[in-house]
């Protein structure tokens, strides 16, 4: 052979075999199954959410989340966050994201309530399960999969956002000593709990975050429930109110939610959907975390500062609501067969893990703990 047809072969020999080993190697990783991450591809999203721009912990959550996502995607994804308003009103969060105006969005169950009464038992039930218990639903048992199921109806997949623990009990300027203290008081409270207020002769009123402190201040309200020391304070309840009351029955642990157009996040490559799935399970923990460490510094500065007093609600008060409450929950779960199916996964649940929880939690609360 001669020297010059040699050469000529060897280099497209060589020019060859690159294509050829790509080539092979994409055969091999179809054939396993294993993900084909096209580094090169960015991707750009938006995230709506139903809380004030920079909202203490709430939006702050939202933030951390974008930025997570970023740093472990090496900024393949990036995602650009929106307070309550600022891209769409904040209660149009949920069908901007289900018709794919936005990708995601970080929220509360219970605001979808006139969509289906099942959406509640995703954010919290009165007297229902505090936080470590309706996270071990969610992930054990049984819980996160009807959640999906319930949001695929509308093109969503759901994750656990944070949660806010156990919620204080509210902001009174009328002390209550008996259930017939609630009669004609009209207090600001969404969900579940406006309905057993309303059962046990209150009336529940809705207004936006900026109104309460005013509505409270003037009388037009006589209560209202926010959520703990650290906001509460922020919003100056201590100030203007007589009395703070515990605990808060209505919300015992209410789950944060991040919902993701399910076409969107189908759509990125597996190791871009590991990576959300990752960076919104750091933010469920960071969240809950959050909210205990603020509270305690701010429930000390509010009996310093305030002149309100702290008082726990009469077990008597808390029997008769309890009642209004299995009553509230059961019209619920009887509005349609998901509500009802939910809902008997989350009662049975409920009944499963009590024993446990008052053999450890309950009795190293009650006796150990000084």
Known sequence: MKRKSFLKKVAIASAIAPIALTTSCRSEEAESGA?????????????LTTWP??????????????????EMSAGRLEIKVFGGGELVPALEA???????????????????????????????VPFGMNAQQVNAWLKGGGGQKLWDELYANYNLKPFAFGNSGVQAGGWYNREINSIADFKGLKMRIPGLGGKVLEKAGGTAVLSAGGEIYTNLERGV???TEWIGPYHDYKMGFHKIAKYCYFPGWHEPGTVLELFINKKKLESLPTDLQRIVEG??????????????????????????????????????VLQQMRTFANEV??????????????????????????????????AFYNQLQQ
Not at 53 to 70: I, N, T, Y
Not at 94 to 100: E, I, K, N, P, Y
Not at 286 to 306: C, H, P, R, S, T
Request: aromatic fraction near 14%; glycine fraction near 4%.
């Open 221 to 223: 309200i006589d209560a």
């Open 35 to 47: 993900p084909n991450i096209q580094t090169s591809k960015k991707y750009r999203w938006k995230m």
């Open 329 to 362: 929950v059961t019209e619920v779960a009887d509005a349609n067969p998901m509500s009802k199916k939910i809902f008997e996964s989350y009662d049975k649940f409920r009944k499963q893990i009590t024993p446990w929880s008052n053999m450890t939690e309950k």
């Open 279 to 316: 960076a919104a399970a750091i933010v469920h923990d960071w969240v809950l975390a959050e909210f205990d460490a603020q509270n305690g510094i701010y429930l000390q500065k509010m009996k310093e500062e305030g002149n309100m007093e702290f008082r726990q609600f009469p077990d008597e």
């Open 53 to 70: 721009p920079k909202f203490p912990v709430l939006g702050e959550g939202a933030e951390l989340f974008s930025k997570l996502v970023s």
């Open 94 to 124: 949920f069908d901007a994201v289900s018709a794919g105006m936005a990708e995601c969005s970080s929220s509360a169950a219970y605001y979808w309530a006139g969509k289906s009464p099942a959406f509640q038992f995703f954010a919290t």
